[in-house]
Structure formats: structure tokens, C-alpha cells
């Protein structure tokens, strides 16, 4: 009978709730989501497009959002009403278009 690759190279796998992950690879957590059609299909024509598996894309789209600052994810998820956002912008937009003043310097 032949062995399983866990069992042949027990130093390289690792076993978590029946799914085998080499070692070196972040642990994976296993949710479930429920999505719109919208964004089913949405996911699926990224993960199409991309090559990318769709829980790969998802975790990197979760990573990322979580690594966001706390306004930018308020807003994504739109718990800023839409004349807080648009106040936001254009605030960001004066910013942005101040000349940046130097280190040290003074005028």
C-alpha cells in the first residue's frame, strides 16, 4: 500500500483539518461567504481573467482591505454617507496640491 505524502515526508507536510499545506505557507483558516450575484460574477470573471484560484483571490482582496486605514475601509464599506466622502475628496485633492515643503527649510 503506498503512503500518503504526509506520511512519506512527514517533516515537509503538516495536517490541518484535512488539508495539507507545505511547510512555510501561512496557516489557512476555512470560512464561508455568502456572496451577490453581482459579485459572484464579478469574482468570477477576476479569477477567469487573473488565473488566480478564487480563494486566493479573495484572501488577498481581505488582506489588503484589512491593511487599509479605518477611513478608507469605512468608506468601502459605506458606512460614510456619500457627502462625508465627497468632503474627504476634495479636502485630499487641496492637500495633494499644495506645494510639499522641505525638510529644514524654512521660507
Known sequence: MALAPWEKYP???VMCRH??????MAK??????????????ALDEVCKR???????????????FARQDPIYQ????????DLTVDEI???AA???KRPSQKKGKRP
Not at 74 to 81: E, K, W
Open 19 to 24: 488539508l495539507a499545506y507545505t511547510k512555510g
Open 94 to 96: 487641496k492637500v495633494s
Open 50 to 64: 487573473t488565473g488566480i484560484p478564487k480563494r486566493e483571490v479573495v484572501s488577498r482582496a481581505l488582506t489588503w
Open 28 to 41: 489557512r483558516h476555512t470560512i464561508g461567504i455568502e456572496l451577490t450575484t453581482i459579485a459572484s460574477r
Open 11 to 13: 517533516d515537509v507536510f
Open 89 to 91: 475628496r476634495r479636502k
Open 74 to 81: 469605512a468608506i468601502i464599506l459605506d458606512l460614510i454617507p
